[in-house]
């Protein structure tokens, strides 16, 4: 080391306390920053994963567990033995109906199918003069049609919820890649497992280019795996087509009401209002009439972007094929504000759904979905 290194010892050794010093106190800043900015985050995602309403359920809405009115919409459902059911009414307990089975000499395979072959008058005619009634209660009904896999979907079609989870710009489409599952059916847990009620809409009749086309309602949730949307999202593209077809599809993901509801009138949808509560808690509630494009734009502009791309994992997905979109394909609607994502929230596993939550909706004249968050 020679003389003059030797010399400098003592001089390093009495710098040595001070450096400690320094460092010992630009750790602890840095902690307590660490400290304050988890803190912060962890208040912003508690507040944000906070519910919007402070209300909870003590009865069902009394018009979710009611019948349309015969001279605005008929309804149909089906039980889970196959069984095609004309409502009459519908109470807490269950439905009243004609059985279509029982009283026709054709079978038919869903309540779409009925509708399509029979149509309102005859269906209207046997409500009034049927006297062969059938009790059915709700755990009896299954899903009202035979619907195929793959769906069409509308982001942010509600004002509300395009603000809360900060999209700018109109709604946007994707595919919902999950097979109808009945109302009470379970729902599978995952990363960040987020629900939005919707109103679904699906064609009564193939739907193509320039045709006018019947539509039908029913009570739909879009269960979504958050984590996987964020995880696989390109935010420098169109919205929609990153992020969207992994995140919203999958098994279980899509429990759809026990009722078909076919109106006359097109415009019957907006006095439907939709709700939903995680453990009794309200979480979700508006009338379907504050979305940004109704059922029949949604259904419109999907067959205008058949072309578009989505991708899925590194594979290409189509919305709809360009010659026509199916009957029974489901329409998304889109979801009110209310929904458990937000931009802070997703690191926290807490603010999103747990095994053993049950989720409740309702819809006026649609009936409900009750489906309990359990393990894969």
């Not at 979710?64 to 089906?78: K, Y």
């Not at 309102?120 to 299954?142: I, Q």
């Not at 279980?252 to 209002?273: C, H, Q, S």
Request: overall charge negative; charged content about 20%; aromatic content about 8%.
């Amino acid at each position: 080391m020679g003389l003059r290194g030797c010399l400098h010892w003592p001089a390093r050794l009495r710098m040595m306390p001070v450096a400690f010093t320094y460092v010992s106190t630009v750790m602890k800043t840095a902690l307590a920053l660490f400290l304050t900015a988890a803190a912060v985050l962890y208040w912003s995602s508690e507040r944000l994963s906070r519910p919007i309403f402070d209300e909870r359920l003590v009865q069902p809405p009394a018009l979710a567990l009611a019948a349309a009115p015969l001279e605005q919409a008929l309804t149909l459902a089906r039980t889970r033995d196959g069984r095609v059911l004309l409502v009459t009414s519908a109470s807490v307990e269950g439905v009243s109906a004609v059985d279509l089975n029982a009283n026709l000499s054709r079978a038919y395979r869903d309540a779409r199918e009925a509708f399509a072959h029979l149509g309102f008058d005859p269906l209207e005619n046997m409500v009034r003069h049927s006297h062969l009634m059938v009790r059915v209660p709700w755990g009896e009904l299954d899903t009202p049609l035979a619907a195929p896999a793959q769906h069409i979907a509308a982001g942010t079609n509600y004002r509300s919820h395009a603000q809360e989870v900060g999209h700018e710009g109109e709604p946007f489409l994707f595919p919902k890649l999950s097979a109808a599952t009945p109302w009470d059916a379970a729902v599978v847990d995952g990363a960040r497992l987020d629900y939005e009620v919707e109103l679904c809409a699906t064609p009564m009749h193939d739907y193509r280019p320039g045709e006018r086309v019947q539509l039908g309602y029913l009570l739909c949730n879009d269960f979504t795996d958050r984590w996987l949307l964020v995880r696989d999202i390109d935010l420098d593209g169109p919205m929609g087509l990153t992020g969207f077809t992994l995140g919203k599809g999958g098994e279980t993901r899509m429990p759809v009401g026990p009722l078909l509801v076919i109106p006359r009138d097109e415009a019957f949808f907006e006095k439907l209002e939709l709700s939903l509560y995680v453990d009794g808690q309200l979480r979700q509630r508006a009338g379907a009439g504050d979305m940004i494009w109704s059922p029949s734009e949604v259904l419109r502009r999907a067959l205008t972007a058949c072309d578009t791309a989505y991708d899925l994992e590194g594979e290409t997905v189509r919305l709809v094929d360009c010659d026509r979109i199916a009957a029974g394909t489901l329409l998304l609607t889109g979801t009110p504000g209310g929904v458990m994502f937000k931009p802070a929230t997703l690191w926290a596993p807490w603010a999103y759904l747990r095994r053993g939550q049950n989720v409740q909706s309702f819809g006026t004249y649609l009936g409900a979905l009750s489906n309990e968050i359990v393990a894969p």
